[in-house]
């Protein structure tokens, strides 16, 4: 058991998950930042026109979208590590798959 443990420890691909993984808590942080900002904006649209803006309405589902993949990296649900580490057409892919 203990042997297991050390070897576990010494696995470089693990430390490496580890390092993206903070990063990406750290990015997690702004995009969350970013996500009530649109909300916020979208609130004021609305009240202004009337109306959702579909500009700020495309980049929320977007960054919703980024948002997802991250939290989805950082539960060990993929490997597949979210932009800027990997091209934004995978996150892009990820969103058209759970359109329903």
Known sequence: MQEQINENLKRISTWKRIIFMLIYAVIDSMVKLLL???VLLQVGSVLITGATNPNILGFGRSLSTYHYHILLFLTFNTEQLPFPFSD??????????NRL
């Not at 934004?88 to 798959?97: C, D, G, H, V």
């Open 36 to 38: 009530w900002l649109v």
């Open 88 to 97: 934004w057409n995978l996150t892009a892919e990820l969103e058209s798959s």
